[in-house]
């Protein structure tokens, strides 16, 4: 008999990640990397390379990344860049497969029906969406989407009365639960996330150390290791090449800006979903705001939404998930294993 | 003549003792084979017995009995099972269900949800349902 396997899966700009009902949950860099002749072919003994392997032989790598602010890349106009759009869907149908193949090595049952449910961002377009089930009914038996903070919501069992702030490395999403499904006046996404930390930070490290060399790779690997917000703390220091020589750069202040940058449209949209609330539960909501995706793991940065909330709401209360990485796709699983047979029966006969 | 007396004398006592030595081996030779003899019938049919007995315990319990008699038998059926599995397994995989499948219905009780939940997957379906639509209707 086939044995059927859900699977929870979060396709994010900066961070794939599945979580499965057989115990195995894991997650891969988003890129994908074609070897970009014989030779290299040869050395990496592969046709195809994923995540952190990418990274360390990309200069052998024909290097693809391919989501951009939470969505297959150029999805929104495929008629205008229809090579790098037909790529980006390649690369990503090929991430998954990866990903799905990295959760089912280990089932020794040969007829594995794969059923997942992924993540999509809160304001997804159709196209978007569509994208996404494209890519996935290739390579998984049964998939559906659904909104990102919704899974997160999901997966906590908070339906009702909660401000969901997911952050990850392309979009930030707010969603406001109250019991029913977001409509799109329940959710905001901004574009102010991960990758635009990244993009400040460079900036500003270019600025201060005009004669060091680096890259993004450099720098987001040192940002995801160091981000914080508060003012108090230690000095932070990054060996960067200086005419060949790691020297060590002061980035303190860098950092800190570059994390700031994404706090105003956050909680200019914690105010906009709180106030156009029902009055009579905007307390609830107020008390109930969960923070998650990795931008949650910058230090100091739910003190500083309190602090905001504190100042133009009269209270907040942030709380920080505990796994914030696989928080979304705990909750696409969740959401996959509760799904009714029937429920897939009717999108098959679709 | 005193010489051949001794020498007489020595040769009766040699001969004598040789011809008991001879006696004596036969008895022991002959009540050996009588002790075997009956050794033999007592308790080779009684040992016999035991482990014919043992045998029957041994090849009850490990199913050798079984095995044999009706190994042909099992290897057809488990041909047939093996050959029915796999194509319930092509069923399920293209989604044609047995009603009379338990193991789904097991699968169907864990899966089951309150009413609010259900109304929330409800709507994820649905929401999938419009975007598949669509996709038929570009297709």
């Known amino acids: 008999m086939a044995k059927i396997i859900n699977i929870g899966i979060d396709l994010g700009t900066s961070r794939s990640v599945i979580s499965c009902d057989n115990g195995i949950r894991t997650h891969v860099a988003s890129y994908v990397g074609y070897p970009k002749d014989a030779v290299s072919k040869k050395m990496l003994g592969k046709e195809v390379v994923f995540g952190e392997e990418c990274l360390k032989n990309r200069l052998a790598l024909n290097l693809f990344r391919p989501f951009n602010k939470g969505v297959l890349l150029h999805s929104d106009s495929s008629h205008d860049n229809q090579e790098e759009y037909a790529q980006a869907k390649h690369a990503a149908m090929s991430l998954l497969r990866h990903l799905t193949e990295l959760a089912t090595e280990e089932e020794e049952a040969d007829d594995l029906i794969l059923r997942g449910v992924i993540g999509a961002p809160a304001l997804a377009t159709i196209n978007n969406k569509k994208d996404l089930l494209d890519i996935a009914n290739d390579v998984l038996d049964d998939v559906m989407i659904a909104s990102e903070p919704f899974t997160v919501a999901y997966g906590l069992n908070f339906l009702s009365n909660a401000l969901i702030i997911d952050i990850g490395a392309g979009t930030t999403d707010l969603c406001r639960m109250h019991g029913t499904i977001p409509t799109e006046e329940d959710q905001i996404t901004t574009f102010k996330a991960g990758d635009h930390i990244d993009k400040i930070f460079l900036e500003q490290i270019e600025q201060k150390y005009s004669s060091a060399n680096f890259n993004v790779t450099m720098i987001k690997r040192f940002k995801e290791e160091n981000s914080f917000i508060s003012k108090q703390g230690e000095k932070i220091t990054i060996d960067l090449p200086v005419n060949g020589k790691p020297t060590p750069c002061d980035v303190t202040d860098e950092l800190r800006i570059a994390c700031q940058s994404i706090v105003p449209e956050i909680v200019e949209g914690v105010k906009d979903l709180i106030a156009s609330f029902d009055p009579e539960f905007q307390q609830y909501l107020k008390e109930n705001v969960i923070l998650a995706g990795g931008g949650s793991q910058i230090v100091g940065l739910k003190n500083e939404i309190e602090q905001y909330m504190k100042e133009a709401l009269g209270y907040g209360k942030v709380t920080k998930v505990e796994e914030p990485l696989y928080a979304g796709a705990n909750g696409a699983l969740m959401l996959c294993k509760d799904m009714p047979d029937e429920y897939w029966d009717e999108l098959k006969s679709k | ?139």
Do not use: W
């Open chain 2, 1 to 139: 003549m005193e010489q051949n007396v001794f020498k007489k004398s020595g040769k009766y006592s040699l001969a004598t003792f040789e011809y008991m030595g001879l006696v004596s081996f036969s008895f022991f030779k002959r009540s050996g084979i009588a002790v075997a003899k009956g050794s033999k019938m007592t308790f080779v049919p009684a040992y016999q017995a035991v482990l014919k007995s043992c045998r029957y315990f041994k090849d009850k319990v490990t199913g050798r009995e079984l095995k044999k008699s009706y190994y042909e038998k099992f290897k057809f059926l488990e041909e047939k099972i093996s050959f029915l599995e796999n194509k319930v397994a092509f069923f399920e995989k293209h989604g044609i269900k047995l009603k009379s499948d338990l193991s789904t219905d097991k699968q169907k009780q864990k899966k089951e949800v309150s009413a609010d939940k259900k109304q929330f997957l409800q709507a994820i379906l649905n929401d999938n349902k419009f975007v598949m639509g669509l996709q038929a209707a570009t297709a």
